[in-house]
């Protein structure tokens, strides 16, 4: 496989250095990307840098997955208007740990010859002292180059202004780059299209100190086809750990993108080959009511992400909102997958002791919540067949529901009509 080939099908090649294909072309190369370490997990922006080690790795070369134990101490000033919290060592290493085991997912950390490898720079930091830095590092490097950068020059030219500890950042992210191809033969530093002046600085350090030379790659940044951030929701980032955001969140992410965004993550997010992602696109575009792409989409980074267990739990969560499952699939969740199911859906609380004596349906809907305005209204759908309580329509206004009702021992399931879902938490 030619890697720098995979990545321009795929849509993913921003900007590439003269000479990288070539030495791509010529046989193994061990070439790195840069995690930030400000969370103790991944989110799915992190996922495109993944994936360019994932091909990187498949066409033979040698991936090492940087976390940045000493840069999340400084903080990346690139595509940041302000000045970022840094963290301390032990949240550091919580974090670090966090994510070497997603990444584990992902990539081969075996024995074979391109195995990928993680590596912290806070290893060959944390005994650096300041002087030795800026004597042997910083003097190579001049700040007419540095401020040149437009991850500097946005800031100095904004209203925020730059810390010198964030205008250094580019030079502790070029001696990454200096020593990870002194020590451990890192030719090629790949990243996002914001990090392309940070890259380059290290391939400057390469050739001014070590006499060398180093390669830069960089791929594009994933923005919606509406041009909003790719990656975010209504409840903030979505997560690769499970505690942050369910998997059954995580799949309908994929599974609701817009037609024309799941064209472009098609190929950026999954393995499928040229081929096969045709005639996927194909059978899309014949019938878009099916969704060809988005299910095909939300299924394969699912599986990868969560596994199969949660990928069908999220599939049957989906049919139990949308389709046909019955009740008795809530009994085999947790109370947290309950909740996750449910998290966009009108939660109330009723008192679980007041339930256990029995309540009429009219006053639970509509005087201990807050599901229809009125009791008239409620037994006016009531009447007319439109509720439905786990799953089974109401059948008069005068049906008393108690304990022996609730799911799980805790939960009664609301349907006014045949979308409109509501959720009583009896507690």
């Given at each position: 496989?030619?890697?720098?080939?995979?990545?321009?099908?795929?849509?993913?090649?921003h900007?590439?250095?003269?000479?990288t294909?070539?030495?791509?072309?010529?046989?193994?190369?061990?070439?790195?990307?840069?995690?930030?370490?400000?969370?103790?997990?991944?989110?799915?922006?992190?996922?495109?840098?993944?994936m360019?080690?994932?091909?990187?790795?498949?066409?033979?070369?040698?991936?090492?997955?940087?976390?940045g134990?000493?840069?999340?101490?400084?903080?990346?000033?690139?595509?940041?208007?302000?000045?970022?919290n840094?963290?301390n060592?032990e949240?550091?290493q919580?974090?670090?740990?966090?994510?070497?085991?997603?990444l584990?997912?992902?990539?081969?950390?075996?024995?074979?010859?391109?195995?990928?490898?993680?590596?912290?720079?806070?290893?060959?930091?944390k005994?650096?002292?300041?002087?030795?830095?800026?004597?042997?590092?910083?003097?190579?490097?001049?700040?007419?180059?540095?401020?040149a950068?437009?991850?500097?020059?946005n800031?100095?030219?904004?209203?925020?202004?730059?810390?010198?500890?964030?205008?250094?950042y580019?030079?502790?992210?070029g001696?990454d780059?200096?020593?990870?191809w002194?020590?451990?033969?890192?030719?090629l530093?790949?990243?996002?299209s914001?990090?392309?002046?940070?890259?380059?600085?290290?391939?400057?350090?390469?050739?001014?100190?070590?006499r060398?030379e180093?390669?830069?790659l960089t791929t594009?940044?994933?923005?919606?086809?509406?041009g909003?951030?790719f990656?975010?929701?209504?409840?903030?980032?979505i997560?690769?750990?499970?505690?942050k955001t369910?998997?059954?969140?995580?799949?309908q992410?994929?599974?609701?993108t817009?037609?024309?965004?799941?064209?472009?993550?098609?190929?950026?997010?999954?393995?499928f080959?040229?081929?096969?992602?045709?005639?996927?696109?194909a059978?899309?575009?014949?019938?878009?009511?099916?969704?060809?792409?988005?299910?095909?989409?939300?299924?394969?980074?699912?599986?990868?992400?969560?596994?199969?267990?949660?990928?069908i739990?999220?599939?049957k969560?989906?049919?139990?909102?949308?389709?046909?499952?019955?009740?008795?699939?809530?009994?085999?969740?947790?109370?947290?997958?309950?909740?996750?199911?449910?998290?966009?859906?009108?939660?109330?609380?009723?008192?679980?002791?007041?339930?256990?004596a029995?309540?009429?349906?009219?006053?639970?809907?509509?005087?201990?919540?807050?599901?229809?305005?009125?009791?008239?209204?409620?037994?006016?759908?009531?009447?007319?067949?439109?509720?439905a309580?786990?799953?089974?329509?109401?059948?008069?206004?005068?049906?008393?529901?108690?304990?022996?009702?609730?799911?799980?021992?805790?939960?009664?399931?609301?349907?006014?009509?045949k979308?409109?879902?509501?959720?009583?938490?009896?507690?």
């Amino acid at each position: 496989m030619n890697f720098v080939e995979e990545l321009r099908w795929r849509g993913m090649l921003h900007d590439i250095m003269p000479g990288t294909e070539e030495l791509l072309n010529k046989g193994m190369v061990s070439g790195y990307i840069g995690f930030d370490p400000t969370a103790d997990s991944l989110h799915v922006g992190s996922l495109a840098q993944i994936m360019t080690l994932i091909h990187f790795q498949l066409a033979g070369h040698k991936p090492f997955a940087l976390v940045g134990g000493a840069t999340g101490m400084v903080g990346d000033p690139s595509g940041k208007s302000a000045e970022r919290n840094l963290l301390n060592e032990e949240d550091l290493q919580h974090n670090l740990n966090g994510i070497k085991g997603q990444l584990e997912r992902f990539l081969d950390f075996s024995d074979a010859s391109n195995s990928a490898e993680m590596v912290n720079n806070f290893d060959w930091f944390k005994e650096y002292n300041f002087l030795d830095f800026i004597r042997d590092v910083g003097k190579h490097i001049t700040v007419n180059y540095m401020m040149a950068k437009d991850s500097v020059k946005n800031r100095i030219n904004g209203d925020t202004g730059m810390s010198f500890t964030e205008f250094s950042y580019q030079l502790v992210q070029g001696y990454d780059f200096y020593y990870l191809w002194k020590n451990r033969n890192c030719a090629l530093q790949m990243g996002g299209s914001d990090q392309w002046g940070n890259i380059v600085t290290g391939t400057e350090l390469v050739r001014r100190k070590g006499r060398g030379e180093a390669f830069a790659l960089t791929t594009q940044l994933i923005k919606k086809a509406d041009g909003t951030k790719f990656g975010k929701s209504e409840g903030g980032n979505i997560w690769l750990d499970a505690a942050k955001t369910s998997p059954y969140k995580f799949y309908q992410f994929w599974l609701n993108t817009s037609d024309d965004d799941a064209k472009t993550y098609i190929r950026i997010f999954t393995l499928f080959d040229k081929t096969t992602i045709e005639a996927m696109e194909a059978e899309h575009d014949a019938a878009p009511h099916l969704r060809t792409l988005q299910k095909a989409l939300a299924k394969d980074i699912t599986l990868r992400v969560h596994g199969e267990t949660e990928y069908i739990k999220a599939i049957k969560s989906t049919e139990f909102l949308f389709g046909n499952t019955g009740i008795d699939f809530l009994s085999e969740l947790n109370d947290e997958e309950v909740l996750a199911i449910f998290s966009g859906v009108p939660n109330f609380t009723v008192d679980k002791a007041e339930l256990e004596a029995g309540i009429p349906v009219t006053d639970l809907l509509a005087a201990k919540t807050a599901i229809f305005p009125s009791k008239g209204e409620a037994k006016k759908m009531i009447q007319g067949g439109g509720v439905a309580i786990n799953k089974e329509k109401a059948g008069t206004p005068d049906d008393i529901y108690n304990a022996g009702n609730l799911i799980n021992n805790k939960y009664l399931v609301v349907q006014k009509g045949k979308r409109n879902y509501f959720l009583i938490i009896a507690e």
